[in-house]
């Protein structure tokens, strides 16, 4: 990363977005979830950075370009900044729903709090044990219930790659990502004598079965948006084609799912639901199809095989990686096991990226998440560690 008064590099710039773009699309849910209003303006506050970004990306390509044919190389960096302007638009309009206090759908509550893994923010009160607790222990989950830190918020501003010698302070804000009940335990820590649980404005257990199917759905379309983004950002700093590819085909699935759910929520729920309960419903699945949708205009740079402009040079690094899908069936040795039981990175290179199981996705999982039969795996990785992934596995290479 350049220092402060050094240009920045075009690969800085994009790193930079990746990171503000996964984290906006992050608080934005918690936004969601909570209905927390901070939250939500930090999200727009996001979109203020990302689109400065955009706008360097945009001056370092004018700048570069010399003649037609550069200008047509380097329309690959605008397609770029576009894409990311696409996704921060599409998570502002989201966090806007809290601000104008819709009401959220027990659909959304039960996708949102049903989850494997949540998204919370606490807040450091006076009397929590946590007072005094330095950065370099946040670092371990198991100080923090187990939770991830992912920022702190001090004194105004938000605290990416926290200092080891940082101390927290009452006031201090926690963004946190663990399972639901150890963010509702950190929570408890972080106030102390004054905690309260955090539920549902309306209770999951209480939820229909139709919005469950639809909350099924909505979840599937987020871990997918949340996939299809991580593959076009590496698909372009791998030039990978197979990486691009996938992207592709998984926004058409997205645009699928999105149509299929569409259709339900008109069907079950607005008959007897108010508009205002179904809107952000819809916003949630328009939101994760235009994400797919910004994900494929990158990847397509890649599948369109652009020539490589000396500025780009700095992004597109050759590699060996690969991408591929894997079926488990009921003869796969795999089924039945746990991921981080299987030694699978360890063995070949090779590791999970995501789970489609049914119509859900499971993006990053876990080590200790268990194989099923059915599941069709990404797993991605050198190329020639992908016979022995298959082999350990015992599935089936999808080809396309």
């Known amino acids: 990363m350049a220092s402060d008064g050094e240009p920045k590099s075009v690969r800085d710039i994009l790193v930079e977005m990746k990171d503000a ?10 936004s969601l979830m909570y209905q927390d209003k901070e939250l939500a303006e930090e999200v727009l506050g996001l979109e203020s950075e990302l689109d400065e970004m955009r706008y360097d990306l945009f001056k370092m390509t004018i700048v570069a370009g010399r003649s037609p044919k550069e200008a047509e190389e380097l329309a690959a960096l605008l397609d770029i900044g576009i894409a990311v302007d696409e996704i ?31 998204i919370g923010l606490v807040r450091v009160e006076e009397a929590s044990p946590l007072i005094s607790m330095r950065g370099e222990d946040l670092y371990d989950p198991a100080n923090i219930a187990g939770c991830e ?56 257990e209480e939820v229909d079965e139709a919005s469950k199917q639809i909350a099924e759905r909505l979840n599937s379309m987020k871990s997918l948006s949340e996939l299809s983004i991580y593959l076009a950002y590496a698909s372009i700093l791998y030039n990978n084609p197979a990486m691009a590819a996938e992207v592709s085909r998984l926004e058409e699935e997205l645009d699928e799912l999105e149509d299929d759910l569409f259709v339900k929520v008109m069907t079950d729920l607005s008959p007897r639901s108010q508009p205002e309960e ?19 205009r990158m990847a397509l740079i890649v599948e369109r095989g652009i020539p490589t402009h000396p500025v780009l040079e700095v992004v597109v ?19 039945g096991w746990r991921i981080g039981d299987l030694d699978l990175e360890e063995k ?35 190329k020639e560690g992908l016979e022995d992934a ?6 089936v290479l999808l080809e396309d």
């Open 21 to 30: 773009s996964e984290f906006a699309l992050s608080l934005a849910y918690a």
């Open 88 to 118: 921060s638009d599409a998570m502002a309009d989201l966090v806007r729903l809290v601000l104008k206090e819709y009401p959220v759908h027990p659909a959304l509550s039960w996708m949102l709090y049903t989850a494997e893994e949540i």
């Open 149 to 204: 830190v992912l920022a702190i918020k001090k004194g105004g501003r938000w605290i990416f790659d926290i200092p080891k010698d940082l101390e927290l302070e009452a006031g201090d804000l926690l963004l946190l990502e663990g399972t639901k009940e150890s963010i509702e335990t950190a929570r408890a820590l972080a106030r102390g004598e004054n905690s309260k649980p955090v539920v549902p404005e309306r209770p999951i």
């Open 278 to 296: 179904i809107i952000p419903l819809l916003r949630a699945a328009s939101a994760s199809e235009r994400l797919g949708d910004a994900a494929s």
């Open 317 to 335: 690094e050759e590699s060996g990686d690969t991408v591929a899908r894997v079926v488990l069936t009921e003869e796969s040795d795999a089924v």
């Open 348 to 382: 070949t290179g090779m590791w999970i990226l995501a789970i489609k199981r049914g119509v859900r996705w499971i993006y990053a999982p876990k080590d200790d998440e268990i194989l099923r039969e059915g599941d069709i795996l990404i797993i991605t990785g050198p």
């Open 390 to 395: 298959v082999e350990i596995l015992g599935g």
